[in-house]
């Protein structure tokens, strides 16, 4: 499962957990409290998944500084770093140019609300990422909560006037690898939670690895099949 942290490097997108701030298409359903403990939790996972792998972790975060993150995020980084640019795709562009820029080979930008992304899927990513150019996980939504990509290879414009938050966004970001001559592998796609609707389908199907989010779901009463 150990990755060389000399190559290979994971950036994970993060908002500031406060209550109001975060998941607000669940908060309407679950409250705002609620919906920003059940985040922290999906992140928590993620890292533990990130901890097995042995992979040096960049926290990119949405505020104007780290005040307010969860030392528990912070101590687990070795980077913790403003998230720049006016879009979605300018701030995954910037993160992917700045660890590139700092000598590392490959990374994978995660999202921070898919409890599905555990060790297995991360390590798979990079033993793909020798061969391909890219290395996709798809959302169930359309998106995506996984890029890994090669510094070799790298093209920032598979970031650029894509529709994001729309259904298809993966299939924009496909056209563009395919117009641009790199190759991509599709691994298994994950449940992402933004909705209460989504949070259902999640909990009909769980991820075995998920223990901090099964636990905060199985607490709040919900049934995971």
Same mark, same amino acid.
């Given at each position: 499962?150990? +990755?060389?942290p000399?190559?290979?490097? $994971? #950036?994970?997108?993060?908002r500031?957990p406060?209550?109001?701030?975060?998941?607000?298409? /669940?908060?309407?359903d679950?409250?705002? =409290?609620?919906?920003c403990?059940l985040?922290? %939790?999906? $992140?928590?996972? @993620?890292?533990?998944?990130?901890a097995?792998?042995? *992979?040096?972790?960049y926290?990119?975060?949405?505020?104007?500084d780290?005040?307010?993150?969860?030392?528990e995020?912070t101590?687990a980084?070795?980077?913790? @770093?403003a998230?720049?640019g006016?879009?979605?795709?300018a701030r995954?562009?910037?993160?992917? =140019?700045?660890?590139f820029?700092?000598? @590392?080979?490959? $990374?994978?930008?995660l999202?921070s609300?898919?409890?599905?992304?555990?060790a297995?899927?991360? #390590?798979?990513?990079?033993?793909?990422?020798a &061969?391909?150019? !890219?290395v +996709?996980?798809?959302a169930?939504?359309?998106?995506?909560? *996984?890029i890994?990509l090669?510094r070799n290879?790298?093209?920032?414009? $598979?970031?650029?006037? @894509?529709a994001? !938050? &729309?259904?298809?966004?993966?299939?924009s970001t /496909?056209?563009? %690898? =395919?117009?641009y001559?790199l190759?991509?592998?599709?691994?298994?796609?994950?449940?992402? +939670?933004?909705?209460?609707?989504?949070? =259902? &389908?999640?909990?009909?199907?769980? !991820?075995? &690895?998920?223990? #901090?989010?099964?636990?905060?779901l199985?607490?709040a009463g919900?049934?995971?099949?």
């Open positions: 499962m150990e +990755i060389s000399q190559s290979a490097a $994971v #950036a994970l997108f993060v500031h406060v209550p109001g701030r975060v998941k607000t298409r /669940l908060a309407r679950l409250g705002n =409290e609620n919906a403990g985040y922290q %939790m999906m $992140v928590k996972d @993620i890292l533990a998944g990130i097995v792998c042995n *992979l040096p972790l926290l990119f975060h949405d505020g104007s780290s005040g307010g993150l969860p030392e995020w101590a980084a070795c980077g913790v @770093i998230q720049q006016d879009s979605l795709g995954m562009a910037a993160s992917f =140019e700045q660890l820029s700092n000598g @590392i080979d490959t $990374v994978a930008l999202g609300d898919i409890p599905g992304l555990d297995e899927l991360l #390590a798979t990513a990079f033993q793909t990422l &061969t391909d150019d !890219s +996709i996980v798809p169930v939504d359309g998106g995506y909560c *996984l890994a090669r290879t790298y093209d920032q414009r $598979v970031f650029q006037n @894509i994001w !938050s &729309t259904t298809g966004v993966l299939k /496909l056209e563009k %690898m =395919e117009r001559g190759r991509v592998s599709l691994l298994a796609s994950r449940q992402d +939670i933004d909705t209460c609707a989504d949070l =259902e &389908t999640y909990c009909r199907n769980p !991820s075995k &690895t998920a223990h #901090a989010t099964n636990q905060w199985s607490n919900y049934t995971l099949c």
